[in-house]
């Protein structure tokens, strides 16, 4: 016989305080599932501490205005009976995402009560998203409505309040002088000029992060701190006199706009640097400009870089490599459409981080290259396409790891990862993640695309201990 005395239902025996902690740690959604597994849990989720309120997993964008409508108000009466009911003094973090261009606009003073409900709950973690999902992720310029909403203010000095997100949503720059314990803040969506961004950085001087998307009337970035490791750019307009960094501690830092000037200092202890500008429409002889960029992150160990990185950087005037190189450089990942003119850009960063050991190239066509090239290099005569091989030195010394996303298996891509085949010994894993997007004609290619791959098996190899995997 069995012993079903074995079987026994561990959460049975645990307490309610207990079994709050655990439902915090869940995603909000799958902690109000838990209020339909018995009679016990059916209000126990109204005490995490973690709550995200999202419009969007009550309405449905597809529906007509009037559905649309009844669904917003759902999620309205939602929040309110969560905020009637909740059981905790204090909440960790609080999100609440809600697009104020969905009619009705009338829900400005149930907002408020969500969010003073969070502020007077201590939060720690205040995320309020009124973006809209259609605006246009990818322009660096404005074209989105001003002053959706505005941050309430505060009654009084918030000494809690650790990490603030606002999304098209406004504030007072004097408000932030509040909040002595601010170590994180993430700007999207609202205008900025460049005098309340220098007042907001006296206000907040233990920031350790700070991320700007799509903010307008910015006419520089000038950070000087002591405290900062992460700082985010990413598709501010203007930006025309340029970005000041005096960070001796940042460790991390992506940039995502036009090519400005960049003036830096003792950026000596940067792990990561994302640098992307593929908003750029132009090819513009900027190689001595970004060189000059690598320069000042060159100790780095995770390094990616844009199409237009790889097409514009023949251009400087120190290639064929970096001078001293990216010695530091561990992991590197190159967003590209890997055509034939981003061949020397690529060479140039195999040839500039002699201590590689993964490289990451995310595949996508659609970058826009550029045919009007500004330098006079032979396609011709590159290692990809010609016998006369230059075999760099991470490739055959210390690359471990190639990861290939969005392979299709056509010719530029091929001749990229035989290369790497052939020449690189110490090659221990290769990952090769087919595209999943549809055909011209909108018929499935996965498995068009999964068969190229395959091909790859057969290719003659320089490592005798490689494992190719194909995903």
């Not at 309610?16 to 909000?28: E, G, K, Q, T």
């Not at 007077?120 to 959706?148: I, M, R, Y």
């Not at 995310?362 to 016998?387: V, Y």
């Not at 010394?397 to 010719?411: D, Q």
């Amino acid at each position: 016989m069995p012993d079903h005395s074995q079987n026994i239902d561990m959460f049975s025996q645990l307490t309610n305080p207990i079994i709050i902690i655990i439902i915090s740690f869940l995603p909000f959604k799958d902690a109000v599932k838990t209020s339909v597994l018995s009679k016990r849990w059916r209000h126990l989720w109204y005490g995490t501490t973690t709550i995200d309120l999202d419009q969007a997993f009550f309405v449905d964008p597809n529906e007509d205005s009037s559905i649309r409508s009844v669904q917003g108000n759902s999620f309205i009466e939602f929040s309110k009976r969560l905020i009637q009911y909740y059981s905790r003094p204090t909440i960790a973090k609080f999100r609440l995402a809600f697009s104020l261009s969905e009619p009705p606009q009338s829900n400005v003073t149930d907002l408020q009560e969500f969010i003073h409900f969070a502020i007077s709950h201590k939060v720690k973690a205040l995320d309020l998203d009124f973006s809209n999902p259609t605006w246009d992720e990818q322009s660096h310029t404005h074209h989105c409505p001003v002053g959706l909403y505005e941050l309430p203010d505060w009654a009084d000095d918030d000494d809690d309040l650790e990490s603030l997100k606002l999304f098209s949503c406004n504030f007072r720059v004097s408000e932030f002088n509040k909040f002595g314990a601010l170590k994180s803040l993430s700007l999207g969506w609202v205008k900025l000029p460049t005098s309340s961004f220098k007042s907001l950085l006296l206000s907040c001087v233990f920031l350790e992060s700070l991320s700007l998307k799509k903010c307008w009337d910015l006419e520089s970035v000038e950070i000087r701190s002591q405290r900062l490791m992460t700082l985010v750019i990413d598709k501010c307009s203007s930006l025309e006199n340029g970005v000041v960094i005096d960070v001796p501690n940042l460790r991390v830092f992506k940039y995502c706009g036009p090519v400005v000037y960049f003036v830096t200092e003792y950026l000596n202890g940067i792990v990561e640097a994302d640098l992307d500008f593929g908003i750029e429409v132009e090819f513009n002889e900027h190689g001595d400009v970004l060189h000059q960029l690598l320069m000042d992150v060159w100790c780095v160990r995770i390094l990616s870089v844009c199409s237009y990185m790889l097409q514009v950087i023949p251009s400087s005037e120190e290639y064929p490599s970096m001078k001293p190189p990216l010695n530091g450089v561990k992991h590197m990942i190159l967003k590209t459409a890997l055509h034939a003119h981003e061949y020397h850009g690529i060479s140039f960063f195999l040839s500039s981080c002699p201590n590689l050991e993964t490289l990451t190239i995310d595949i996508d066509p659609a970058r826009r290259i550029f045919h009007e090239r500004g330098t006079h290099l032979n396609l011709c005569e590159h290692e990809f396409l010609s016998k006369y091989i230059m075999v760099y030195r991470c490739v055959e010394r210390s690359l471990k790891v190639v990861e290939i996303k969005g392979f299709k298996g056509a010719l530029n891509e091929v001749v990229v990862i035989n290369y790497l085949l052939s020449y690189g010994p110490a090659l221990e894993t290769m990952s090769i993640t087919v595209a999943k997007e549809l055909g011209p004609g909108g018929q499935h290619m996965e498995e068009s695309y999964r068969q190229q791959a395959h091909k790859i098996l057969k290719f003659r190899r320089a490592s005798k201990t490689l494992n190719i995997m194909i995903n």
